[in-house]
Nanobody
Framework: QVQLVESGGGLVQPGGSLRLSCLAS????????MSWYRQAPGKERELCAW????????TYPESVKGRFTISRDNAKNTVSLQMNSLNSDDTAVYYC??????????WGQGTQVTVSS
């Protein structure tokens, strides 16, 4: 079965950085686009990064563009999210998501990111 295991979340000060990782199994990783979504308390889940199956294309919403970078290693079945210049608005649970035709298919369990001084 599909398994997505996120790691790397935690508490970070404003302006700091974190790197999230997701180890995928149970499907042909290199055949699927991958995304990171996040959900802040009281808010809907939002897409914060998307990467194509080959890793050659990535997209970001304006809220994180220039601060977040998504990457993948198809040999290791991993996708990562490098987050820089974090602020309190980035506090959320972050999810690794298998994506097809722009739609989320499978979700990881999530990892908490808290930005606070």
């Amino acid at each position: 079965q599909v398994q997505l295991v996120e790691s790397g979340g935690g508490l970070v000060q404003p302006g700091g950085s974190l790197r999230l990782s997701c180890l995928a199994s149970g499907f042909t990783f290199s055949s699927y686009a991958m995304s990171w979504y996040r959900q802040a308390p009281g808010k809907e889940r939002e897409l914060c990064a998307w990467i194509s199956s080959s890793g050659g294309t990535s997209t970001y919403p304006e809220s994180v563009k220039g601060r977040f970078t998504i990457s993948r290693d198809n040999a290791k079945n991993t996708v990562s999210l490098q987050m820089n210049s974090l602020n309190s608005d980035d506090t959320a649970v972050y999810y690794c998501v298998v994506t097809r035709y722009g739609n989320p298919l499978y979700w990881g369990q999530g990892t908490q990111v808290t930005v606070s001084s």
